[in-house]
């Protein structure tokens, strides 16, 4: 073969190529024009087809082959297609109907709906829901709430199909109370050993020991009840309760403590009070269920428990306090709830919560003593804190200069004579707390000043314990003469007229 020949050759296989090349390319062309005529074809098809219905899933039907499905206002049972994932069919999920309404397609979860609060657990997967007016209306849980839902959730409710579907960040029991596991124990609380004793006595023995309690036909006592001036240790006994009770469960497990603020429960629209209550009590209960310890401790009780037809308030008490009674009549049968009350106006509550039976322990909470406001200086100023002289000679300088007398307001009482009360009259554990920390802040100024590096001293405590008498803002005004003897934790004959005199 000559090389003319040769050369025709070679050019007609790169002629074969590029033909080759082109045919391949002109083959992928026709192929993507016929999936692409398909998908016209197929959404064209799709367009004549009837339009998609939405149900909600309710549950299986008797037989297991069908669905019940909430849709178009009824309750239908309808057809599932082969292609549909069993496992995805759970109460609550949304459906899409095909033509025939057929189920043809899980959606995950309705997303939009009415607002409903939980107020009880139905036995299975039901609950009582109220909506903002407090109408109430019994509703199936959607799965994934069957197990965390719990009195007081927000829920979201698709109310025709009568189905709670979603949990919504937004609990009413955790707005009026804060669940904690408290870390006050008893060694944080100075000169109240006496109040110690005694609420141990009333409150952790039957916890510790339910069946020495049972062997010798003892009840536990329901409630307890601490009054006494303010700022005196009353809500530090009450959380040292609980974290004292959570250690000796045993097993490991925490207690629970609701605290309860008194002034935050009250509601202006008729009934609201009310449920808030059964709403704690409901929450008590399903913690009390786990066999843990809880404490319900409502602070400032006066302030939504007072007497009926006293007219001190309005009458909301009228049906509050009934409210509260028919909860603490409850808890006998929960072994592991008790009720902690705080006031420092008993007074005014009303005498029905505080017979046998229901608030049976009275403790009262008294203003510290030299001795005691001494045992309280000791859990504030610790030789951890930079200090100039030995922190013993700061106490007693705080001690001294807090119970020297010094005359603030004469009392004129109903028979005409006259009584003298002293600053140290109104000393309380949050006042010297409050004394520390001015010492703190005075020697830090001290420091940066340049005046001092040896920390808080003797000068630093006298001058926090002037200031905190000058500034303290638990005194009462003259408004209202009453107020001083009992917020000075006395009793005794009325008081006419005040006068200030320090």
């Known amino acids: 073969m000559d ?10 296989r790169r002629e074969l190529q590029t033909l080759s090349s082109r045919n391949a390319k002109l083959s992928q062309l026709l192929k993507a024009s016929r999936d692409r005529l398909k998908d016209l074809s197929a959404q064209v098809d799709a367009l004549a087809e009837p339009a998609s219905t939405y149900g909600v899933y309710l549950g299986e039907s008797e037989g297991g082959r069908d669905a019940e499905v909430y849709a178009s206002g009824r309750r239908m049972r309808l057809k599932v297609s082969p292609h549909i994932d069993r496992a995805q069919l759970v109460p609550g999920a949304l459906l899409r109907l095909g033509d025939g309404s057929i189920v043809v397609e899980t959606c995950g979860f309705p997303d939009t709906g009415d607002l409903g609060m939980l107020t009880e657990r139905i036995a299975g997967d039901r609950a009582l829901v109220a909506n903002s007016t407090g109408e109430e209306q019994l509703v199936r849980l959607a799965e994934p709430l069957r197990t965390t839902a ?11 199909a009568g189905m709670a579907v979603e949990r919504i960040p937004k609990t009413e029991v955790s707005q009026l109370s804060l669940e904690e596991v408290p870390d006050v124990t008893y060694a944080d609380i100075g000169g109240l050993d006496e109040q110690i004793d005694q609420i141990r006595d009333a409150v952790e023995l039957p916890f510790s020991h ?5 062997q010798y036909q003892l009840s536990p006592p329901k409630g307890v009840l601490l009054y006494g001036p303010p700022g ?12 004292s009770l959570s250690a000796r ?14 002034p935050e429960l009250l509601n202006k629209f008729v009934g609201e009070t009310e449920r808030r209550i059964r ?20 602070d400032e009780m006066e302030s939504i428990f007072r007497t009926r037809g006293s007219g001190v308030s309005s009458d909301m008490e009228t049906t509050i306090v009934p409210q509260l009674l028919t909860e603490l009549d409850g808890v006998e049968n929960l072994a592991n709830v008790i009720i902690i009350g705080a006031t420092n106006r008993e007074e ?10 229901r608030l049976d322990v009275k403790i009262r909470v008294q203003r510290p003593t030299s001795a005691g406001a001494r045992d309280i200086f000791t859990r504030y100023l610790t030789d951890r804190v930079p200090h100039a002289v030995p922190v013993g000679e700061l106490i007693e300088a705080g001690v001294e200069t807090l119970f020297e007398p010094r005359p603030y307001v004469e009392l004129t009482l109903v028979d005409g004579e006259t009584e003298v009360l002293d600053y140290s009259d109104f000393v309380s554990g949050a006042m010297i707390a409050n004394i ?26 006298r001058e926090a314990v002037a200031t905190e008498q000058n500034e303290s803002e638990d005194l009462p005004n003259t408004a209202n003469p009453d107020e001083w003897s009992r917020i000075a934790g006395r009793h005794g004959k009325r008081v006419l007229q005040a006068r200030v005199i320090g």
């Open 279 to 298: 709403l704690i009590f409901e929450r008590a209960r399903e913690l009390a269920g786990e066999g843990r310890p809880v404490i319900i401790f409502f």
């Open 249 to 262: 469960v045993g097993d490991g497990s925490a207690s629970y403590f609701l605290n309860v603020k008194g």
């Open 436 to 461: 520390v920390d001015r010492a703190k802040k005075l020697a830090i100024k001290d420091h940066l000043a340049g005046v001092s590096e040896a920390g808080v001293t003797v000068a630093h405590i």
């Open 3 to 12: 090389s003319s020949q040769i050369t025709d050759a070679a050019g007609l």
């Open 232 to 243: 005196c240790g009353k809500t530090l006994i009450a959380k040292a309760v609980a974290n």
């Open 348 to 357: 005014l509550i009303d005498p029905a919560l505080l017979r046998p039976g």
């Open 210 to 214: 339910p069946d020495l309690y049972r």
């Open 150 to 160: 719990r009195a007081g959730d927000t829920l979201l409710v698709d109310t025709k």
